[in-house]
């Protein structure tokens, strides 16, 4: 994305630290959605902006062989995950898409809840990291 | 979800792993994978047979969207079962038959078992399920893979207009055909097909009752092919073999004759019914038989004989209508009784005869009727099984066609007797026009057995020399000869187990109690005059067949340039030019004006609709007081707005927009909702970034060249679309008619969806379909987006060549 030569070793450095913890910030708004603010959409748009964020300081290639994915599968993933679990609540007879949830006795996390939205929101986290990848690099590959 | 459901779903789920299989299992041809499901499924359904026999259904539901009524309900009855088996048991053999017909070295086998698994479950489907919007959804999957299996050599420019033309032709029958579901969803208030049934009195009153019976129909004839309809059907020829004596001959042409069977309970009274569906029948039968014979491609004559029986067996189903006026003796039911037995037989002999003419075609490299010739002595299997398919076809005993045709001989015949509906001016046309498309479908017989393996052999015409099929490939054909045989020494083994069944299905209000049609075929019934016709037939079709070369010439006064692929094409040219002028119009290219458009749309329809209703309202009650900090940021907004609009480069610009949305952010944050406040944040981030890449691409912001009216339209436009979010904004919260629906979401959220946050618990849970449609469309987008910038980038390389 950066074509010609500026000193950009500050931004670099720095996304090499920050983008990790953006990273794991998103995951844990990710999984901690169903109950405090958060989600798979908020997930997933900030695990994009930390690597938007890798883009701007390093430049596509770099990207692309730390993230060798094709991102478009990745949306694909996500929606086929998130309509699986709709067709899945079939399975127990319910209509599409009925979630439930369970408190499980996890070890070393304690007493959980485990619920099918998670899953749902997974696919839906996939879809955004997915598709907004998806634009920003096609576009920016056009260059 | 019962093992009846995941019987229709099987082949869906099974060609999931078809690709894989295709892929990292190339040793063994996939086609023996894909075969044992058939065979499971045949077996799994032949033993309900019993049930059916004792008059008994099986219907079993599966909730899909209760609160619309549409659920996956599957019944099973005779007609049904009859499919099902037919579905099963033919698509059993045909799978055998393309693994030795499709080489694994040559062909890409994954997508084609794939569409032929997906045509399956989706034939199940229209035959198996109750409810009219799944049933419609099958319907079209139909259309679908019969489409993908056309086109499967996309290469060859036949193929893909062929494809098109069954889609374009099948679909808008389909959809004229959910017209008619529609309209009987109005009446009755029910999409089950039973429920239908039980109200044909409301239905028959209605003053939609003839709207709906010929949208319904129209999805009937473009399906099974009838005139006029009937021109994809030869198009279609340029599928594979094994797919065409599938689905072009024994199973989705005739899903037109399922619904037609299948809603004869309900419009079967009508004399518009009876009229429509009888001579449509008819005429097609002549028609189709009549045309078979100018034919020199053999899939050709199959094409248009498929066309011609098709017509028949629907004509008897408009004449069995006329039990439900006489009441259920034979004399008035053997019209439904010799459509489902013929049904039963096309399907042996026609699918026997494909296979035949595929083995021709893989063996000699030709189709063509007149470079072949003589091959009686090199393929004397292929001989034999032609020889029994095109004799059962032409109706001669000793074979099963023989009886199913005296059998509509019988029915047409008995027309001539009715008090009904007028039939007595016309009634002689029946027996008439039976028997014309019956000397043609021998004429035709004969031209495809004799021209192909009598005469002499051309050895130099030939791709390459003719030999005998593999043993694989002879078998499903043998097999099925083996049953036109068979039938017609024991046909009442059909009788009882499947022709009465599905009677009951066809007049499930005639009998009462425990009563039960009582089906009896017979090879004999002493000298009759449905026997003399065959006779006729015999002799008139001989000698016609032996002086074709004299009135060959008949063909030629039928104007060229007139014909229904004419009008397709025209048509077609016509509508592609039309909309392309139309469009024209107004795709400029520019990305301002379209802007214009969506906007100048949003202001009339949204704009126009609040004020035509009176939906504009103020009212100052229940809110809550502004304090410092909103009146901060709304400055921060504006200001930063008036900055995006009159800045002078491109990038100050973008900056002060992001600088708008943040503020909405902190907005969010004051207002308390942290939800909002984290999406938007991360969104304005991203979008900035998005900005900026695409920035990169734009001209240079040039303010000199835009003249006055672009600035004023722009300004009102803006001004329109501000304005009219505003108001829309304060009118929403200025009147409630009901309580906010968010009471409930906050306290239903734990208990119901099992999380704490409820905007999050809305989103995947409460309100989950339309997140589940909102991704899809943004991957649709993303795709959009990747296929236009990917194919551009292509193209420009391409020339850069």
């Known amino acids: ?143 | 979800m019962q093992l009846l459901h995941l019987a229709i779903l099987s082949p869906f789920l099974f060609a999931f792993i078809i690709p894989f299989l295709a892929k990292y299992a190339k040793r063994v041809h996939t086609g023996w994978f894909v075969l044992i499901l058939p065979v499971l499924l045949f077996i799994y359904f032949l033993p309900m047979i019993r049930m059916t026999q004792s008059g008994e259904t099986l219907r079993s539901v599966l909730e899909w969207i209760p609160s619309l009524g549409i659920n996956f309900t599957v019944y099973i009855d005779g007609l049904g079962l009859l499919f099902a088996l037919l579905i099963t048991g033919i698509g059993s053999l045909v799978t055998l038959y393309s693994i030795f017909y499709l080489s694994k070295e040559k062909e890409q086998l994954g997508p084609f078992y794939v569409y032929l698994l997906m045509f399956m479950g989706a034939m199940l489907g229209v035959v198996l399920v109750d409810n009219v919007m799944v049933l419609y959804m099958f319907w079209e999957l139909t259309s679908l893979s019969s489409f993908l299996l056309i086109g499967y050599w996309y290469k060859r420019e036949k193929s893909r207009y062929g494809a098109a033309k069954s889609l374009l032709i099948t679909v808008s029958g389909g959809l004229c055909m959910l017209g008619g579901f529609i309209l009987l969803y109005l009446i009755t208030d029910s999409f089950s097909i039973r429920e239908m049934v039980h109200q044909v009195q409301l239905i028959a009153g209605h003053e939609l009752f003839i709207p709906a019976m010929i949208l319904i129909l129209l999805g009937a004839f473009t399906k099974s092919a009838q005139f006029p309809f009937y021109i994809w059907l030869p198009d279609a020829m340029e599928a594979p073999t094994p797919v065409s004596a599938y689905l072009h001959s024994a199973t989705m042409v005739k899903a037109g004759i399922y619904v037609i069977a299948r809603f004869s309970p309900i419009f079967a009274f009508s004399a518009q019914w009876f009229w429509i569906v009888s001579l449509v029948g008819l005429f097609t039968m002549v028609w189709g038989s009549f045309h078979a014979v100018k034919q020199t491609d053999l899939k050709s004559i199959l094409a248009f004989s498929t066309v011609s029986q098709l017509g028949m067996i629907i004509s008897m189903l408009g004449v069995s209508a006329a039990a439900l006026h006489y009441g259920h003796t034979e004399y008035y039911t053997v019209a439904a009784m010799a459509a489902i037995f013929h049904l039963i037989n096309h399907a042996t002999f026609k699918g026997s005869l494909f296979m035949a003419v595929g083995i021709i075609d893989h063996e000699t490299g030709t189709r063509d009727i007149r470079k072949l010739g003589g091959l009686m002595a090199i393929m004397p299997i292929t001989f034999t099984i032609s020889l029994i398919g095109t004799f059962s076809m032409a109706g001669l005993p000793p074979f099963n066609g023989f009886l199913s045709k005296e059998m509509f001989f019988t029915s047409m015949l008995r027309v001539t007797h009715f008090d009904l509906f007028n039939v007595q001016t016309w009634g002689v046309l029946f027996p008439l026009f039976a028997w014309i498309g019956s000397v043609f479908t021998f004429i035709y017989s004969m031209k495809l057995l004799f021209k192909t393996f009598r005469g002499n052999y051309q050895p130099e015409q030939l791709e390459k020399p003719a030999h005998e099929a593999p043993v694989g490939m002879l078998v499903p054909p043998v097999i099925l000869v083996a049953l036109a045989v068979s039938l017609f020494f024991f046909p009442n083994i059909l009788s009882y187990s499947l022709i009465e069944p599905a009677m009951n299905s066809i007049y499930p209000t005639l009998l009462a109690g425990h009563e039960k049609f009582h089906v009896h075929i017979s090879q004999w019934h002493g000298v009759t005059t449905e026997l003399l016709m065959t006779a006729g037939i015999v002799v008139i079709g001989t000698i016609g067949y032996l002086s074709l070369n004299k009135w060959k010439g008949i063909y030629k006064l039928f104007p060229s340039k007139l014909t229904l692929n004419r009008l397709y094409d025209k048509l077609l040219t016509l509508m592609e030019k039309g909309s392309y002028r139309v469009t024209k119009q107004y795709m400029t290219g520019f990305l301002r004006d379209y802007l214009l458009y969506i906007f100048a749309g949003f202001i009339i329809l949204i704009g126009g609709a609040f004020a035509i209703k009176g939906g504009f309202s103020f009212k100052t009650e229940g809110m809550a007081k502004i304090g410092v900090y909103e009146i901060i940021l709304t400055l921060v907004m504006i200001s930063a707005t008036v900055a995006t609009v009159f800045a002078r480069s491109r990038l100050t610009a973008i900056i002060a927009l992001g600088v708008v949305g943040y503020t909405l952010a902190l907005f969010f944050v004051i207002f308390r909702a942290p939800d909002l406040a984290l999406t938007q944040l991360v969104i304005e981030t991203i979008s900035v970034a998005l900005f900026l890449l695409c920035f990169y691409h734009l001209p240079k912001l040039r303010l000199k060249t835009k003249t006055r009216t672009f600035r004023m339209t722009n300004f009102i436009i803006s001004l329109g679309v501000g304005v009219i979010v505003t108001l829309l904004g304060i009118a929403s919260s200025s009147q409630r008619t009901k309580d906010s629906i968010a009471s409930f979401f906050v306290k239903h959220s734990h208990d119901l969806g099992g999380g704490d946050n409820v905007v999050n618990v809305i989103l995947v849970d409460f309100r989950g379909f339309d997140t589940m449609f909102e991704i899809t469309v943004l991957t649709i987008a993303a795709l959009g987006i990747y296929s236009m910038i990917k194919t551009k980038v292509k193209e420009e390389g391409k020339s850069g060549e």
Do not use: C, W
């Open chain 1, 1 to 143: 994305m950066n074509e010609q030569k500026t000193n950009d070793l500050i931004l670099q450095t720095a996304t090499k630290l920050v983008s990790f913890i953006i990273l794991l910030f998103s995951f844990y708004l990710f999984l901690s959605g169903h109950n405090a603010p958060g989600g798979g959409f908020v997930g997933g748009l900030i695990t994009s902006s930390s690597i938007v964020l890798l883009l701007l300081a390093y430049d596509l290639k770099t990207v692309r062989s730390l993230l060798p994915v094709n991102f478009i599968y990745v949306a694909g993933a996500g929606l086929l995950l998130a309509v699986l679990t709709g067709v899945g609540s079939f399975v127990f007879g319910a209509p599409f898409l009925t979630h439930t949830f369970g408190y499980f006795q996890l070890p070393i996390l304690g007493k959980t809840e485990l619920a099918t939205a998670t899953i749902f929101d997974l696919g839906v986290y996939l879809v955004v990291v997915g598709i907004t990848m998806t634009i920003i690099q096609t576009i920016g590959e056009e260059e």
